[in-house]
């Protein structure tokens, strides 16, 4: 593989073509994806990983070979970042593989250690519930999943750290908007050093798809 020397030609691509590398490599990803007998969730990410090295590996010569403009390596590190999002995207909307294995009915789960089960079930006992249609995931450094409830209303859920499903949206919601969830929660408060006040916000435990 050569993710190594594929970073180092970041210092050479511009962002006028930054969307069309993004491109090159996502069309060979999603052929890779193709190739791979079903495979659960949590491995997903690692056979996307793996065959966006296997893209680069096949098109370096040919990205090198077309988008050479220095530039410094703070602005490549970006570009490299955006390179890598729009890839991410282009997977879920585009490549059909992508989709079967995000929102696939036979979505194969390995068995969850007992303990884990235990400590899951502990984490959600009490917890606050609310159901709805799942519209948006927001935010920069704090991500909120949005839904709206039966009234209607927007509501926001805000996600500080890993939750009882949460690798649903590894790679964004789109394969999930639109669909009815169960989230689970807890009242929390944040402080807001500007306001010198504390806000209440929902603090997400655990999300359950419905349909």
Known sequence: MK?????????????????RAAVVLAEESCRCIEKTAKISVEDIEQLTNSCIE????????????EYASEQTETEAEELGEKIGLEIGEIL????QAMKDL??????????????????????????????GILIDLRGGELAYLIITDDYGDQVSFLW????????YFNY???????????????????????AKRYRKAK?????EMLD
């Open 203 to 207: 603090g997400i435990l655990g999300v």
């Open 172 to 194: 964004g919601i789109n394969g999930h908007k639109g669909h009815l969830i169960r989230v689970y929660w807890k009242p929390i408060e944040l402080y807001n050093p500007i």
């Open 102 to 131: 995000l929102i696939g009915e036979e979505e194969v789960v390995p068995p969850v250690e007992m303990e884990e089960e235990q400590n899951t079930a502990l984490a959600l006992e009490g917890a606050q519930q609310t159901e």
């Open 92 to 95: 879920i909307k585009e490549c």
């Open 160 to 167: 500080l750290t890993p939750f009882e499903g949460d690798h």
């Open 54 to 65: 296997e893209a680069i590996d096949i098109h370096l010569e040919l990205l090198q070979k």
């Open 3 to 19: 993710i190594v020397t594929f970073c180092f030609l970041l210092l050479f691509i511009t962002p006028i073509y930054a969307q």
